[in-house]
């Protein structure tokens, strides 16, 4: 089977993963049960579930067990963009070509479907407890990644000092955009893969080099965002390109240009690769997780 | 030792614990973190976690592992009023006699600040998956019922149910004003309940027990908030009164009138007391719950 044929195989059986996780809308709280919904629903390429679901099955994780998590990472990240578009925050009208919650809900229903969504994520994620496959311990690591690398030592503070970013304009410094990018991208990344790899049982060692590797993918993925951004149109990306001059946004780009910026994110795309290849004399193999992250940095949306 | 001293003594304990819990402010996210910190150190009765603490003992618990609960819910607690006094939500400036979090930190910072606790209070309660005491199949059981007490089935429902009552003004009935209550209010307190319950080994039909008491104490909890918002001071109570009355708030006290309002509750706290006091059969016994429970509606702020 060809590689888009199989990915979109996978978005499908993760999109029926997710939506069965969902909650259902009913009762006096029906509207913020439809904005998270609807903000989960909006779409995406589902790449953090997927990528967790890869690095399971490259260590021989076969159970279900692993997908009450997913359903959570994609919760997690859906409420960070609801939260992100805000008028508080970046003040974003559109994203993937559709209105956001915000402009659809009102901007506190957008703030507590952003709440629900959070929320539900760790309520879907014990579900997991409830479900044979893996071990309590386990699930309990996995659940700590997970929110370690979810929250102000990883995501929130990624957006926290991104924002601080934006009050200092140009003077941002590399090491500030990668602590950005590490904490508000990757750690997301690191999360997925991580907690895919501690539910099927890798060891210590496994799991660090799992680390190392979706650090350079989550940053590899961020610069290919930037150079969308100065390289794409608006009928491709479904949100306005050019907002990050137009915001006067330091990014890899404009800090490095777009020829190193692409030649940097090749040789970490290229390094991860090779470091989850190293697992295969342990006899771990997953060829399509390897074209997934090599497909990456080429996308065009 | 007299109910109010030893009150005193038990808080201050708490502080203790929510403290050592608290991230450590450093980093270039650090803004967040001091926000979030801010938001827990302004205070309050530290009520949930005191309940948790106290049904813990009720049960026989003894030991550490209940503290990352306790300083969880006092997290989750804070997180919500940060958010509710958001200028898009209720566009509070003032809370206990202090400056709101958005007021000091800004709204974008306050919205991160609120997500940043209430992902630190999943953080910090998976912490007791790593400290001996009960075990993990407790522990998982007690996160769950705090997640879906604190989400949309619960805290963030009654949220949701409490801003569209809002837009429907004086048509409120007794029936959705019961559902924003036991969820804006009794569903945290029945988690706190529940959680210790639970964390000290307590069987399904105990649970269920205190769970019912806890909607009880939260809904006569919630009581005294609305006659306090009329017969209190804005010097006793910290807050602005009257402001149910000028935001024409539909509460228990304009549907019922104050004395059937106060009747009622009194007869719900006893009824809690009553059905906790049953549990001394089977050898449970906690005095200072009792009068801690007693004391939640003659409390005059």
Redesign the interface.
């Known amino acids: 089977m060809n590689f888009d044929r199989e990915l979109q195989d996978r978005v499908n059986e993760i999109e029926t993963i997710i939506k069965a996780y969902l909650?259902e809308e009913s009762?006096?709280?029906k509207?913020?049960?439809e904005a998270?919904n609807y903000s989960v629903n909006v779409g995406g390429k589902r790449l953090r579930p997927m990528l967790m679901a890869e690095t399971y099955r490259l260590f021989g994780g076969a159970d279900k067990a692993i997908e009450p998590f997913m359903a959570a990472i994609e919760m997690i990240h859906s409420?960070s963009l609801v939260?992100d578009d805000?008028?508080?925050?970046d003040n974003d009208e559109y994203r993937r070509g559709k209105k956001t919650t915000w402009v659809v809900y009102g901007?506190?229903?957008a703030?507590?479907a952003?709440?629900?969504l959070?929320?539900?994520a760790?309520?879907t994620a014990?579900?997991s407890?409830e479900m044979s496959g893996s071990d309590?311990?386990r699930?309990?690591?996995a659940?700590?990644i997970l929110?370690?690398k979810?929250?102000?030592?990883g995501m929130?503070?990624?957006?926290?000092?991104d924002?601080?970013a934006e009050n200092l304009g140009h003077q941002v410094t590399i090491e500030?955009l990668l602590?950005?990018h590490e904490?508000k991208t990757a750690a997301l990344i690191q999360a997925a893969m991580m907690a895919g790899a501690v539910m099927a049982g890798a060891g210590e060692e496994q799991i660090s080099l799992v680390e190392k590797a979706a650090y350079e993918i989550g940053i590899a993925f961020q610069i290919q965002d930037d150079i969308l951004d100065v390289t794409s149109s608006l009928e491709t990306l479904g949100k306005p390109v050019g907002s990050d001059a137009k915001n006067q946004k330091t990014t890899y780009v404009t800090l490095k240009g777009i020829e190193e910026a692409a030649r940097e994110q090749r040789e970490m795309s290229d390094h991860a690769v090779k470091l989850l290849r190293s697992l295969e004399e342990e006899g771990f193999q997953n060829e399509f997780l390897m074209e997934l992250i090599q497909s990456l940095i080429t996308r065009i949306k």
């Open positions: 909650p009762g006096w709280a509207t913020v049960m998270m409420y939260h805000l008028p508080a925050m901007d506190a229903m703030i507590l952003g709440d629900g959070l929320n539900y760790f309520e014990l579900k407890f309590a311990g699930k309990a690591k659940l700590s929110a370690k979810a929250g102000v030592h929130i503070g990624g957006q926290t000092a924002i601080e500030h602590f950005i904490h």
